[in-house]
């Protein structure tokens, strides 16, 4: 089955947008698991750290990855 033409070039750029918010989501759970159960610290604070690593991994898979910054500017 084809897609139709103006759907075609939407399909690749979401299945990597779907594919990082999975690989996120479990990174997430890995290492807020990490951060409280195998080092000990508060659950506040291992979700805290969590979520700043989250925002750095997120800036860089949504650069390279989804807005495949070696072609074009991001937006552009």
């Known amino acids: 089955m084809r897609l139709p033409p103006a ?3 939407h399909v690749r750029p979401f299945a ?4 990082t918010g ?3 989501g479990g990174l997430n759970v890995v290492l807020t698991y990490a951060f409280t159960e195998l080092a000990g610290f508060d659950p ?3 979700y805290g ?3 700043a690593i989250l925002i750095v991994v ?3 898979i ?4 989804i807005f495949d910054a070696a072609r074009q500017r991001a937006g552009g």
């Open 7 to 9: 759907l075609e070039a």
């Open 16 to 19: 990597r947008y779907a594919a």
């Open 22 to 24: 999975v690989f996120s």
């Open 44 to 46: 506040r604070i291992s």
């Open 49 to 51: 750290i969590t979520l």
């Open 58 to 60: 997120n800036f860089f």
């Open 62 to 65: 949504g650069r390279y990855i």
